[in-house]
């Protein structure tokens, strides 16, 4: 029978005798208790570990949030001109149903057309669109909701939420052929983004590779796999030192290895479509009908300037350090996962004086970091998630997962949790992020049992701008499956959600991974109308 050890994160030289079984090809390979058994050919370059501790039916399920309409493997005489070209697309405003303007409360569609380089109809789906409907004048937009008709058609769909002249806008992220390459890559080379380690035993350092995936026997590897969470992670073995040497972890490269012509489908980055309608019309609600129904997508939309939720959820604008000194008096604020979440961090330290940063000497990319208000006794913390992470060197005794840090906090009515964890995963299986998040939504049912007062805030991912290297390990198509994952393991929760994704898309700033301020500055808002919302608002729940 496997015995658990009581340490987490053991070198392999340990886990050998107890934790470690071996394939028939030689890989390493789950025990039946923490690891699944999946055997693969001699020629095969990269084992698939599914989920640790995911029901089948629950990992079915969540792998068909993320379905996507079938887009058929490229043909070896593929030339990208023969995908979506978004200068021959097009697409066109639908009449009015019922006829007559277009009034507040009502639902816009949109018929979009897609064609070749050609100028041929393209005749299947796949395409990724995103779509927006917004007022410049007004600082007002809204994303749509984009649906496949599966011939080469679609449909974007938007609410209908302010008076006054509004466009619509639709851009072609990537065209079905694009996408066929980015499931490809995550099948067949998801150790395309590798990371490296430093071993060190006095004056003596090596350096080797480190990875979810290694394709090499268990003699060959340290095993650093989190033994409370079953999170994997490996090393190759240091010629001359132990494994317990290990220092540091860090980004180490990546690997690029498509065609010219697969090359070309990610060269042309964002492409808006041509508009074949005029700006349109918004008049106010017909008489009768003056309250706009409840929408539930999409999550809000921007006046002004400023986010609404369609929930009704009331969002306060805290334009001054008093206002937010007095919302976190007396509370503890922890923010966990990747660099969107510390940019939170960097905007409180940035935006409000009376938060002072602590400086504890440790990496400014992992953290952990650490604020404090003395007089009205705030307290703001941030830490990295644990690996995959793409960083400069992190010391690994600060590279902790979220789920561990998770059941070290006390939790109550002062305390609030904040978890970002979505912008390191697009390279890997969808497995791997699965795993990761079945894991915090775990510990956060745990903090909530212990301390059901406790308020825990989910940001979900963004889209933003890439190049193309950037596109094949972090493209939006990845970071809108990741967003379908998250919001479904953590429904049901007592938790909050920042729809980062709306917020950015319908924004009329450029998209950023790491968005700009005024984009971050209504995230914030949201963030603590959660924590100080006033007592006729009922937000508690999964928003």
Partial sequence: MFQRLPQRGVAASVLQQRAVVTCASGLLCRSKELWEIIPISQNKQIPVFMAASVKPDQLDFLKNVTAWPSTPPLPLNFSWKDSSDPRHSTFTVLPKRAGGQWHVGDELGVLIKMYNFHGKPKKSGGDFLLARLHSPSLLAGVAGKVVDHLNGSYSALFPLLWEGNVQVQVVLVHSSEAVTVLQQLNRMQPHRIYFQSLFRSGSLTETTTCNVYINASQQQVCNYTDLHTGEQWFCYKPKKLSCDARVTHAMGGFKKNITHQEEMLFQRFIYFLKRSTKALVITSPCLGHETPPVWTEPSGYYYHGAWRPLDGTKVHQFNSS???SQCLRGKGLYLFGD????????????????????????????GPLLALDYPNNILVTYRCHGPPIRSYPIPVTQLRYVANELDHIEGGPNTVVVIGVWAHFGSFPVDVYIRRMQNIRKAVVRLLSRAPRTMVVIRTGNPKTLYVDGILSNSDWYSIQRDKLLRAVFKGLDVHLVHAWDMVLAHQLPHNLHPQPPIIKNMIDVLLSYICPPPTDQTRGNH
Avoid: C, M
């Fill in 339 to 366: 660099s969107t979440i510390r940019q939170w961090f960097e905007y409180f330290l940035a935006s409000f004086p009376g938060l002072k940063n602590f400086d504890l000497h440790s990496s400014k990319q992992g």
């Fill in 322 to 324: 008093s206002a937010v």
